[in-house]
């Protein structure tokens, strides 16, 4: 039996595990406009603080995941990756296929997940801890019987926290390795550049925010120019100047190698953990 | 000693001196975050014709020549290279009274030397970077002797209309200079790196490249709207025994922050190399 579409205009999302990354997507998809929060559930059970930041936004809370399946066409689960199979299987004589499912725990795979919910309607999703300041980058692989039609409805979602692309599971480690853990190699290289500017002689203050803002503002170039970061280089390195100086440091001691590293070892370690 | 008037914020005009790219990004800048409508901004265009397109599409003056960006101006950006900004603030000192507030963005030309070109220190130096372009520039200024806490909060809104501005003393410059100035380029290589380390880890090359980009503009965005410590920020994501501290061991394994430090001071100390020629 094919699976029903679900109304963009009039479906309703919840929440199964309100953490952090949930409020996330759920102030995204709220502030977007994409859907009023009326349309929005999830449900608390231990901490009512949590309840506090979705009422906030306008959106329902109960007290049982029950209510929140009931309640929705679409549902996410952002429960940890250690939880997710139970709540799934506890859930499960409510998920039917009418339902589009959703996950975001990292490292648990589409295999399992329709196993325990006992039909192929998933969608996988891998977004990234900047969800929290719009600036998500997602990726997402669709289940068996997830249809195209699902898979635009979930980008809505998640583009309305940042970017999102479509991709081969068998993917996920890698993707883990570069945008899952790549924010901390970089929180790593503001603390770096923010040194070496108080080694250069500026104030702590003043290096911090200019390391924060110099790190912005090239990413932003490198996104909104579309043109290959080699190219952007090369545009600001002039002969004999303060920037090839600096780049030659770099590459000096394999600073990109060494990046290489770190998402190599990162994605590997991932492959490791879903082993396990 | 006549005072220095001051520029009268609701009505003053902005000229650019050099119409390059860089002015381009300012002025665009300017216009589009209503700091300033187009018809109180001018520049000038001697050889390039192409270069007063960009000027004229967002109804920039554009005249023929730089006396009369002066004359209708109360506020002069000098935009053009370090090596000619000497002979063209000669060339205009007489146009140039204490009642003009004049501005450079030349890399590595001082105060001292503008305000002797110029005849008085009515001047303030911007450190911008190339990021003004989008709109996300590290701007850093430095006032010179005449120039008084208004003409500061004014230049402040003019360069916070393409990013971020600080203050400082202009013996900063130079470290500023391997910081902003040339931090952007540190990343590019940072961005290709992150990508070819995708593609290592199996990822087509499209796919490893937008996911460096975005993640690098997510993880700046979180330090600069967080507020937190880009210490505390990696603490917040290294879970025990995870993918993220494993990524973060190799790093440091090979001085990764060491070899960004050695970088940044590289570069300033060329800048006060060149300073010296």
Known sequence: MEAMPIQTESFKLGFIGPGKLAESIARGVVQSGFLPPQRISTAIHSNPNRGIAFQSLGITVHTNNNDVVDASDVIIFS???????????????????????????????????????????FIRVM???PSAVGMAASVM???GSATE????????????????????????DAVTGLSGSGPAYIY???????????????PRELALGL???????????????????GQLKDDVTSP??????????????GFRGTLMNAVVAAA?????LSKT
């Open 141 to 143: 692989s669709l289940g």
């Open 240 to 253: 004999g100047g303060t920037t090839i100086a600096g780049i030659h440091e770099l590459e000096k001691n």
């Open 211 to 229: 390391a924060s803002q110099t790190v912005l503002g090239a990413a932003s170039m490198a996104v909104q120019s579309g043109k290959h970061p």
């Open 127 to 129: 977004p990234n801890t």
């Open 149 to 172: 039609q699902d898979g635009e409805l979930v980008g809505k979602l998640f583009g309305s926290v940042g970017k999102i692309w479509k991709a081969d599971e068998k993917m996920f």
């Open 79 to 121: 429960v940890k990756p250690q939880v997710v199979k139970n709540v799934v299987l506890q859930l499960r004589p409510l998920l039917s296929k009418k339902k589009l499912l959703v996950s975001i725990a990292a490292g648990v795979k589409l295999k399992d997940l329709e196993e325990w919910a006992g039909h192929g309607r």
């Open 188 to 202: 790593l290289a503001i603390e770096a550049l923010a040194d070496g500017g108080v080694a250069a002689g500026l």
């Open 268 to 272: 590997k370690r991932s492959q490791e």
